[in-house]
Structure formats: C-alpha cells, structure tokens
C-alpha cells in the first residue's frame, strides 16, 4: 500500500515563529489533506487540496498540493499556543476500489512556547 | 448539527474478549470509515461501509469485522483480542459517497480507547 512519510516528527518553536512540514509518497495521489488532532479528539480536517500545484490557504496556514502528485507541505505562520497538536497528511487515491479510504502520514507533534 | 458520535469513550478489556464498537454518523451522512490508531503504526484504515455493504477493507485479520444499519450506524467488532489491539478506533463519516471515485470530506468522531490486558 501507499506510504507517506512526514517529517518532521516533532517540532519545539516559540510562540511567533512560523512552521513548516511536509509530507512524500512513494504513489500518487489524487487529493492531499492536513488534519490537526488535540488530544482526547479525533482529526479535525484543515485544509484539502485537489489539483496539481494548487497552494491554498487558511487563515495562517497554507499548503500546497506537489505538482508531482507525490508530496505536499503545510506551513503555519505566527504560530499561537492554540497551535499545539498532531498534524497529520493524508492522501487520496481515485484509482479503482479505494474509495473513501485515506493513507496517512506518521504525523508531526508541535508544541509552541509562549 | 451534531458530529459523529462515538461509543463507549474508554473500554478496558482482556486477551481472549470480544469487543463491540459504535459509530453514529452526522445526520445524512451514509458512508462510515473505521480506523485504528497506535502510536507504533498511525492511523490504519480498516474497513468502508455504504448502504449496509462493506465497499472496502484494510489489511487486518478477519478477526476485526464491522457491519453498517439501514440508519447508517455502523459497528466493529474485534473478537479474540490480543495485546497489540489497544488502540484508539476512530470512525469517520461522509455524505455523499460520489457515483465516482472521487474525495468526500470525512468527519472523524472522538475515538473509542480501547484497552487489552
């Protein structure tokens, strides 16, 4: 099946500083996906993106779709304490039986001091 | 409108039990996703439901199963459970499953915590 490796693992910044992770595939996907998970909680989806080189934004979080297919990074600007959580990647495939099913990458813990 | 539900919260069992999971999807919503959560493996897709009928499945032992309801509840059950099952099950939901292969945004539920002694 599909992998995803994220990195980084793990993240120490001040509160202010900006963020940025990324995500690779070893297959192509059709749809790339950031979620954030706070503890006790399930995903929650932030941003989605469905084409080629697409860049969209979010308040202070911006992500772009590889024009590979194969990758896709997430970067938060000014980071706040309310920052802190598991972000994950995940990708979509459209070919043949997958689906609804979602391949995620391993996830990077944030943490901001203030 | 409420988000998808999820019971019980925390469950605490031993090896050899059977356990049953619930999933309440958003209202409307008719395709269920499960999966399951280790700090070892991630998340790990286990199994897709659509109209009572499972579309899809994961790479799990035919211990863990699931079924979907005419009402779009769905259940897993994992049977003879061992150490490595403790996990957090995270159900998702989805309206509508496209005619196509393309992407529905998923809503994932808060977890069942699952944990085997």
């Known amino acids: 099946g599909q992998q995803l490796n994220q990195s980084p693992q793990s993240m120490f910044i001040q509160e202010g500083e900006d963020v940025s992770m990324n995500c690779t595939s070893s297959?192509?996907?059709?749809?790339w996906l950031w979620y954030k998970q706070d503890p006790g909680e399930g995903p929650v989806l932030l941003i989605a993106?469905?084409?080629?080189?697409e860049l969209t934004s979010n308040g202070r979080l911006t992500a772009q779709f590889g024009i590979t297919r194969k990758d896709s990074f997430l970067n938060i600007s000014a980071s706040i304490p309310s920052d802190v959580g598991i972000y994950f990647c995940?990708?979509?495939?459209?070919?043949?039986?997958?689906?609804?099913?979602?391949?995620f990458g391993r996830g990077t813990q944030l943490t901001v001091w203030p | 409108k409420a988000g998808v539900t999820q019971t019980p919260r925390y469950l605490i069992k031993t090896r050899g039990q059977q356990v049953t999971l619930s999933c309440s999807p958003i209202?409307?919503?008719?395709?269920v996703s499960w999966y399951q959560q280790t700090p070892g493996q991630g998340l790990q897709f286990l199994f897709e439901?659509?109209?009572?009928?499972?579309?899809n499945k994961g790479n799990f032992p035919g211990r863990f199963s699931g079924r979907q309801f005419s009402n779009s509840r769905s259940e897993m059950n994992v049977s003879t459970l061992e150490l490595g099952d403790s996990a957090l099950y995270l159900c998702?939901?989805?309206?509508?499953?496209?005619?196509?292969?393309?992407?529905?945004?998923?809503?994932f539920g808060p977890g069942t915590r699952l944990t085997v002694l």
């Open positions: 209202s409307g919503h008719r395709s």
């Open positions: 998702a939901s989805s309206f509508p499953i496209a005619g196509g292969p393309g992407y529905n945004e998923q809503f």
């Open positions: 439901y659509f109209s009572e009928t499972q579309r």
């Open positions: 297959s192509i996907f059709n749809t």
């Open positions: 993106l469905y084409k080629a080189g």
């Open positions: 995940a990708g979509h495939s459209n070919r043949g039986s997958t689906l609804g099913r979602l391949y």
